[in-house]
């Protein structure tokens, strides 16, 4: 290594403090301020925190005048960097599978404000959509404009819940086409050879088995036994690269010794979608595998690390929000699938953390009510953002868990 080299990090690590105090840092720098006041703790899910999120992502929508939902809102920015600031642009993977959250919503509510802003999020999807089928990876703007897989499931997903409340024809012929183009990407395997996005590692994932589940609801849909086999293909190549603790290879974007939690989450979801969509026991037997191995890992604050090794050591000391969020909500559903206690508990704690930073209001409220990349707030994933796919499943396991309390009482 070249000796200059820790001088250089050092010197980047001090103008990177000094950062802070730039006058455009200022909203990242009270979230901050507020995260050192406090002490992690556990706080139960209500109400207000499922409003509090639904509200931050119709600030959202709104802020991006298209009828998708911004990526984001981004506090402060690494040095030497010309990453936007503010409301990012509308992201068609996350508004994809965004569309399911704000109906449940609604009907949970019975605001159909929101029945019209899931319509216009369709739409959006829709006028977006590539020749190939395929949507593209990135945010609205992004280069190059190529179709990617996953992005491609993501959306299906809003697709088709979209065309069972309307049904409107050009709703699901946007679905089947996006169903062809994934397709046309996979080989006999289960892998997809082709579509990779261009803002991550190419190759395949084992997350894509989230795919695999879009497609399973596809071929269901529409009696087409096509998209049925290859989710069940996609399923099967998620299962091979999982090991015996439950930790599964080949999931991360760019790093697959010490994939994300979110990553993490998205393996779940699509395993434990697919055992119930497609009755797979070793799906579903899968995710009790890796859930079971987590549970001892949930601190009992709630917090749990963000990127995780092979053999179940933390690889970081924060923790991505998205994937507490989302992980606990898988714990929820199998706790309502088996009703062993332990899952959850493990849910609660995980979600009552997330609650717990949703409750950390600066008073900024492009801020306040959505749920950040990491904790704390400088953590490396989505680093001084507010994320709308980590505020996305904050809210779908907030009504996991009222929904569970509500049968309780």
């Known amino acids: 290594m070249n000796q200059l080299d820790p001088l250089k990090r050092t010197a980047r690590a001090v103008l990177e403090r000094a950062s802070a105090y730039a006058p455009a840092h200022n909203d990242a720098r009270k979230v901050i301020r507020i995260e050192k006041r406090t002490t992690p703790r556990i706080v139960e899910p209500s109400r207000p925190h499922l409003d509090a999120a639904i509200n931050w992502l119709k600030k959202a929508q709104d802020s991006s005048g298209t009828g998708g939902v911004a990526w984001g809102y981004r506090a402060r920015r690494p040095i030497r960097s010309d990453l936007a600031m503010g409301w990012i ?76 409340r309307f049904r409107e024809s050009k709703i699901l012929d946007g679905a089947v086409r996006a169903g062809e183009f994934l397709l046309r990407c996979m080989d006999e395997e289960g892998r997809f050879v082709t579509g990779y996005s261009h803002f991550c590692a190419p190759g395949m994932k084992a997350y894509e088995v989230r795919t695999g589940l879009a497609l399973a609801k596809l071929g269901d849909l529409i009696g087409d036994q096509r998209f049925r086999a290859a989710a069940s293909r996609i399923a099967d190549y998620a299962l091979n690269v999982q090991q015996s603790n439950g930790w599964f290879g080949e999931n991360d974007l760019d790093m697959h010794d010490c994939p994300l939690t979110h990553t993490i989450g998205y393996v779940l979801e699509g395993l434990s979608g697919i055992g119930e969509q497609m009755k797979r026991s070793d799906c579903t037997e899968a995710v009790r595998r890796t859930l079971d191995s987590i549970i001892p890992l949930i601190r009992t604050d709630g917090f749990f690390a963000g990127r995780w090794r092979s053999n179940w050591t933390a690889s970081v000391n924060w923790a991505c929000l998205t994937g507490s969020a989302q992980i606990a909500g898988i714990f929820l559903r199998m706790y309502a699938l088996t009703s062993e206690r332990d899952y959850f508990d493990a849910g609660r704690r995980l979600l009552g953390f997330v609650c717990f930073t949703s409750d950390l209001n600066v008073g900024v409220p492009t801020i306040d009510g959505g749920i950040r990349g990491s904790y704390p707030f400088g953590g490396t994933y989505g680093q001084w953002c507010i994320l709308n796919w980590a505020t996305k499943f904050f809210a779908d396991s907030v009504m996991d868990y009222l929904e569970i309390q509500t049968l309780q009482t």
Do not use: C, K, N
């Open 89 to 164: 642009a509308p992201y068609p993977e996350t508004t994809g599978y965004i569309i399911p959250t704000i109906f449940r919503y609604a009907d949970t509510t019975g605001d159909e404000e929101y029945i019209d802003r899931a319509h216009r999020m369709t739409v959006w999807e829709l006028s977006i959509q590539l020749a190939d089928g395929g949507f593209q990876g990135g945010v609205l703007g992004s280069s190059p404009v190529t179709s990617s897989t996953f992005v491609t499931g993501q959306v299906i997903f809003g697709l088709l819940a979209a065309y069972e």
